[in-house]
C-alpha cells in the first residue's frame, strides 16, 4: 500500500479513469456492462450523481485505480452501500485493489452504511472473489450461470456480502 | 385468473399505473424505492426506457395491477431478467399477482432471458415470497437485514431466482 494515495475523483479525473475502466469494460470478462458502451457514457456512470468515486494515484500523479460507492438500494434499503472497482492492468500486484476496497470500507463506516453488497462478482474472476473473502465478504447467493463470459460461455455470478459494525 | 386481460402498458395508462404503484411506494414496506417518489419520477421508472411495462386490466377497464420486465444487468448479464409487479390493494385475492408473474415467465422466455432474477424481496413480505416460490422462484440467498422496514425495523432481503428452460 505503499507509493499511492487515495483520494476523491474531479472530473479532471475522467480522461485518467477512461484509460483505466474501458479496457476492463471492452474486455466483458468481470463486469456486467456493455462491451461497447462509449467512454462518455462509460465515465457518466462511474462519476454519477448517486455515487461518490475515488482514485488512487501513484506518487508520480498517475491514477493507478479507481472505485466508486453508492447506496445499493433506494428507500429501505439504503443503509446497504455498493462498490465497484477496477484498476489499471499494469499495476497489478501492488495492492490497489485492497487498498481501495479497504478504503471504501472505511468510508462506508463514515457514512454510517450498515453493510456492503457486491451484487454480481463473476465467478471466474477468483482473484477477485479471493480478495474479498480475504477482506471479509461472505459469498451469500449463487447465480447459476448468470454471466456469459465472452471466452468461458455462460459462468455463475455471486453476491457477496459485508456487515458492517458500528465503530 | 378470470375478469381481467394482461396487455402492455402505454402512456395513456400513467395515471392508473401510478393509483396503483403510488400507495406501495408511500407505504414503503415492500419495495426499495424512495417513499416521497414524485408522481412523474416514479411513472418514469415503472415506464422507463429499460423496461417493457403490462397491465392487468379488468373488464370494466380498471387497471388492477403492473408489472415490468427488464435485463437484471447489461452486458454479459443482459440473458437474465428481473421484474417488478405491483397490485392495487383493492383487487388482492384474485390471482393478478400470480397471473402477472406467469405472465412475465412467458414473455420471458418468448424473448430468449436464460433466467429470472428478483434482486431484492422484503422478507416480511411473506406473501409474494410464497407466491414466488409457488411459481418456480428459489431463494439463492438472504441480504442480512437490508431493508429498513418502517413498523418492523431492519428485516432480511432475499434474492430469488428461477432458471427458464428453452420451450
Redesign the interface.
Known amino acids: 500500500m505503499t507509493g499511492f494515495i487515495i483520494r476523491r475523483a474531479t472530473t479532471a479525473d475522467a480522461p485518467a479513469i477512461w484509460r483505466i475502466i474501458g479496457p476492463t469494460?471492452r474486455a466483458?470478462?468481470t463486469?456486467?456492462?456493455?462491451?461497447d458502451m462509449g467512454e462518455g457514457e462509460a465515465v457518466a456512470y462511474w462519476l454519477g450523481p448517486d455515487k461518490e468515486t475515488f482514485v488512487a494515484v501513484a506518487e508520480d500523479g498517475q491514477v493507478l485505480g479507481t472505485y466508486y460507492i453508492r447506496p445499493n438500494?433506494?428507500?429501505?434499503?439504503?443503509?446497504?452501500c455498493n462498490c465497484g472497482y477496477m484498476t489499471d492492468a499494469a499495476a497489478t500486484g501492488r495492492g490497489i485493489a485492497r487498498a481501495m476496497c479497504l478504503h471504501s470500507l472505511d468510508h462506508a463506516k463514515t457514512r454510517g452504511y450498515?453493510?456492503m453488497?457486491f451484487?454480481?462478482v463473476?465467478s471466474s474472476n477468483v482473484r477477485a472473489v479471493t480478495l474479498w473473502q480475504a477482506l471479509g465478504f461472505s459469498i451469500?447467493?449463487?447465480?447459476?450461470?448468470?454471466?456469459?463470459?465472452?471466452r468461458l460461455g455462460?459462468v455463475d455470478?455471486l453476491?457477496m456480502?459485508q456487515?458492517l459494525a458500528k465503530d
Chains 1, 2 share one sequence.
Open positions: 469494460i466483458g470478462e463486469y456486467a456492462l456493455a462491451p438500494q433506494a428507500g429501505g434499503g439504503r443503509h446497504i450498515r453493510g453488497q451484487n454480481f463473476v451469500i447467493g449463487r447465480l447459476p450461470l448468470a454471466f456469459q463470459h465472452p455462460y455470478a453476491v456480502f456487515p
